[in-house]
């Protein structure tokens, strides 16, 4: 039962990924005001809000496939799931931290309760269902 919960949960999680695609993508808006990923720390200055976006887009598009794909390997009991798993939450993490703008104000509409998620479903696949070889 707890695998399942968790492929649904790694499901869950990527699509939040994909609804933060589609608003760095301007596709829809999660928020009137939320202008996430423009003001990147990293990127905007450099490539410019435009070209940000898309990386964002790009980036987060490919969180979620790495998220469902270990939800699906999960559910089918394949052994790859576990480092796609940790793999793709450390990726994720890295993508919110470098697309964030560096303020503290609405910390949620920038990504960092998806980072912390990554958190803890890396605590959970690493230490509690560590494997035992």
Known sequence: MQMI????????HSLVHLLYGGQSGRLFDL???MSWPDGSWAFSKI?????TRLLASISLI???LGFIAGGLGLFIRQDWWQPTAVGTAVFSSAVFLLLWDGKFQALADKGWVGILINVIILFVVLVLMRPSH
């Open 5 to 12: 919960i968790l492929g649904i949960i790694f499901i869950l």
């Open 31 to 33: 928020r009137p005001i």
């Open 47 to 51: 490539l410019g809000d435009e070209t």
């Open 62 to 64: 490919l969180a979620a």
